[in-house]
C-alpha cells in the first residue's frame, strides 16, 4: 500500500504546482504515493472561517488557534485507518535530515501540519504530540514550503519512483564512510569530454570501475571535510550501524 502524506495548511492553493511536477508528481502518478491537502480553516467555529488570534502576553503577530488545528489533525487522522506520524514544520524544531526522511519514508502514513504566523498554540501541540521538524537555521512564513521539501524527499525514496535504483542510495546524507558517517556526493560529469579548456578527470574515462569507485570515496571524502567537516566528527560509541544498502562506496554507474 502506498504511503500517505495528508497536509494541513492555511494555504492549499500553495500546493499543485509542486505536487504535480517531477518527481513527486511521478510518485503520485504511479501510485508509489498519496498526497492530501487539508484546509486548516474548514475546522474554523465561526463564519468568517477565523483560526488565529493575538498572543497572551502581549507582542507582534498572530498565533494559530488550538482548537481548529486539533479539530483539523483528528478529524485527518480519522480518515484514514492508518496511524500518522505527526510533523509540525517549525524553525523550533529538531533538524530535518537524511536519516529521519529515509524514516519517514518508510512510514505507513505522515501528516505535516504547516504552522504560519506566529506559530501554533502549545497546547496543540503537546496533545496532538507533534513532532517539531525544521528545515534550517532560518524562518520562512509558514510551514508550505518546508512541507514541500518533505514531501519531495518521502517521494523520491519510494520505490520505483527514481530512474535507477541505487539513485537514492548514492545522494549526499545517504552516502556513508566506512565509519558510517555521511558523506557529500562526489563531483559529475558528462559529454563533451572538454569543455572550455577543463577536461574530464582521467580516471573516468579508463573504464577501472574499482578505480572509479574509489576516486568517488576519496572525493566524497575531501568534499565532506572542506564543506561540511561538522559530518565527520567522531561517533559515539552504540551508534546505529550503517544500513546495508548504504555500504560507504559509490557504486559504478550503471553506464
Not at 542510495?169 to 555521511?182: N, V, Y
Not at 574509489?214 to 572525493?219: H, I, S
Request: proline share 9%; aromatic share 4%.
Amino acid at each position: 500500500m502506498a504511503i500517505r502524506l495528508d497536509i494541513l495548511t492555511l494555504f492549499t492553493e500553495m500546493f499543485p504546482a509542486v505536487l504535480h511536477a517531477s518527481m513527486t508528481g511521478r510518485a503520485i502518478s504511479s501510485g508509489a504515493i498519496e498526497v492530501h491537502t487539508h484546509d486548516i480553516r474548514a475546522w474554523a467555529d465561526n463564519k468568517h472561517q477565523k483560526v488565529d488570534d493575538r498572543p497572551f502576553g502581549g507582542g507582534p503577530g498572530m498565533v494559530l488557534m488550538a482548537g481548529p488545528v486539533a479539530d483539523a489533525v483528528e478529524a485527518v487522522q480519522a480518515m484514514d485507518a492508518r496511524l500518522a506520524r505527526r510533523i509540525l514544520l517549525s524553525p523550533s524544531g529538531r533538524p530535518l535530515t537524511q536519516r529521519l526522511v529515509e524514516d519517514l519514508a518508510s512510514s505507513p502514513r505522515v501528516m505535516l501540519v504547516c504552522g504560519h504566523y506566529e506559530g501554533i498554540d502549545q497546547r496543540a501541540i503537546d496533545s496532538l504530540g507533534l513532532e517539531e521538524v525544521s528545515i534550517g537555521d532560518f524562518v520562512v512564513s509558514g510551514g508550505e514550503l518546508p512541507a514541500m521539501l518533505m514531501v519531495d524527499a518521502i517521494a523520491r525514496l519510494q520505490p520505483g519512483v527514481l530512474g535507477h535504483e541505487l539513485s537514492a542510495a548514492q545522494d549526499s546524507f545517504s552516502l556513508r564512510d566506512p565509519q558510517g558517517r555521511p558523506l557529500l556526493d562526489c563531483p559529475h560529469y558528462t559529454r563533451p569530454r572538454d569543455w572550455r579548456g577543463h577536461s574530464v578527470p582521467p580516471v573516468l574515462l579508463d573504464g577501472d570501475h574499482a578505480a572509479i569507485a574509489a576516486w568517488r570515496l576519496e572525493q566524497q571524502v575531501e568534499r565532506t571535510r572542506e564543506r561540511r567537516p561538522d559530518l565527520l566528527e567522531p561517533r559515539p560509541l552504540g551508534h546505529a550501524p550503517t544500513s546495508p544498502r548504504h555500504n560507504g562506496l559509490c557504486t559504478p554507474c550503471p553506464c
